[in-house]
């Protein structure tokens, strides 16, 4: 072993004899267009499954495409070594959509302006994974003894519908000792960030009908039920839409607050009101004290009604008493509340107040609870701070990644986050980039984070 290659004067020199490679391979993934919600890119899934296989055999590993119900994984391997601790990185390899008008370049064409890259995927997810690969090479160099593998998906994009599946076929070759996912933001440029929890989801819809057509409101009016004014009183008596506040009994009671620690990571996060509101271009707010913004986004549940459906919209007014509405709904959930037993309580509430509203239960996420202390957390802080030289923060996410609850039950092992990716990026947005900043502290950040790792007794 050669230790000496990985101080961090070394793994920049690493980085910049790379970087060319590093461009072409993030190319090659950048320009097949894996959308995964477009039927139609069935071939480019397939293709960059493909390529992505290639990619780890060009560099020495060994690769398989793994067949699920849906689309493929890809896993990448190098080394085999029963003896040494083994540790796998999450990625994805399919895409959002790229039809936004704002883009000033083809999505598809990836384009180098100075240190920045540009094109749907650089940022989520390829880029990071193209880093971590390089990071993982830059390790095998050196001589550190462990096992590194790759998970890919290509369904991510969505909600994973097969990944459950697939990794419990493919459980045997997917033995790990911990999983690091890179998919997530950092609140700002030049302060790491890694979640440990994410909300999970629960949807579900209500339905009402009390005619069989559009009825004539001054015929009617005052005697028929309108379905649409009675939905809008269920909803009201659900949440406030003001405040927020859910107000179905027992509906917070499995919530635990953050911890003192929590409050002060997210306190120096970097996070500021004034970025989130520019950043999502958001009006007004419920409050704009930031720690509670952040306490709200990241450590409460909601409810939030998503759609009303029914009753006449098009120009003007028409004076008719609907038949039928339909209200769209979820709740966003937190560690340690459990999805279904929050539905039946809303449930219950409902048909107990308006026994002839129907009911529907939707699909659901189960919320994520990360570890913030023990050996693996202390690594992935390590590495940050060797990389990128300033202390990282956990934080949270308010959104869900179905793939990483699914890991943590099917291989039985942590998940955590060494995440590159930053605000600006454009994460699901027009002009989606990725930058070699984050690039070659991302190839530092793994190889340190290897390194640290191979010393674990599995
Ligand atoms: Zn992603």
Aim: charged share 25%.
């Amino acid at each position: 072993m050669k230790p000496e290659l990985l101080t961090r004067e070394a793994l920049r020199a690493f980085a910049e004899k790379h970087r060319t490679a590093f461009e072409a391979e993030l190319k090659t993934l950048v320009e097949i267009p894996s959308i995964s919600a477009d039927p139609s890119k069935k071939p480019d899934i397939l293709r960059c499954a493909q390529a992505a296989a290639q990619l780890f055999e060009n560099y020495g590993g060994r690769a398989e495409v793994l067949e699920t119900p849906g689309n493929p994984l890809v896993l990448g391997r190098f080394g085999d070594d029963p003896s040494l601790p083994t540790v796998t990185v999450y990625n994805h390899m399919d895409v959002q959509p790229a039809n936004e008008p704002e883009w000033t370049s083809d999505p598809f064409a990836f384009t180098v302006e100075g240190d920045t890259y540009r094109g749907r995927g650089t940022t989520d997810d390829k880029g990071p994974a193209v880093t971590a690969l390089f990071g993982a090479l830059a390790a095998r160099e050196a001589g550190v003894p462990i096992n590194i593998k790759f998970l890919w998906e290509l369904e991510e994009e969505v909600g994973s519908p097969s990944f459950a599946k697939g990794i419990t076929v493919h459980k045997e070759k997917l033995r790990t000792h911990a999983i690091v996912v890179s998919d997530t933001v950092w609140i700002t440029r030049g302060k790491p960030s890694t979640p440990a929890g994410l909300r999970g989801l629960k949807g579900f819809r209500l339905t009402l009908e009390t005619a069989d057509h559009d009825l004539h409101s001054g015929v009617v009016g005052g005697a028929a039920r309108n379905p649409l004014s009675e939905l809008i009183k269920v909803i009201a008596e659900m949440v406030d839409g003001e405040t927020g506040q859910v107000k179905i009994p027992g509906f917070y009671d499995e919530v635990v607050p953050p911890s003192a620690e929590e409050l002060e990571n997210w306190r120096t996060s970097g996070f500021t009101v004034e970025t989130f509101k520019k950043d999502h271009m958001i009006f007004g707010m419920r409050t704009e004290e930031p720690l509670e913004v952040l306490k709200r986004v990241w450590g409460m549940p909601t409810m939030e009604v998503h759609g009303l459906v029914g009753g006449y919209t098009g120009p003007g007014i028409k004076a008719a008493v609907p038949p039928r509405v339909e209200a769209k709904l979820t709740c966003r959930l937190v560690p340690d509340m459990d999805g279904d037993k929050t539905i039946q309580r809303v449930k219950a509430f409902v048909n107990e107040r308006f026994p002839d509203v129907d009911f529907h239960v939707e699909h659901g996420l189960a919320p994520f609870k990360g570890h913030t202390t023990g050996p693996y957390a202390e690594a992935i802080k390590d590495a940050y701070a060797f990389a990128f030289g300033a202390p990282c923060a956990f934080t949270r996410e308010g959104g869900s990644i179905g793939a990483v609850r699914t890991m943590e039950e099917v291989l039985g092992c942590e998940v955590y986050f060494l995440g590159l990716s930053l605000p600006s990026h454009g994460y699901h947005a027009p002009n989606e980039n990725y930058d070699w900043e984050q690039a070659g502290g991302g190839i530092a950040a793994f190889a340190r984070y290897f390194q640290t790792v191979s010393t674990f007794k599995g």
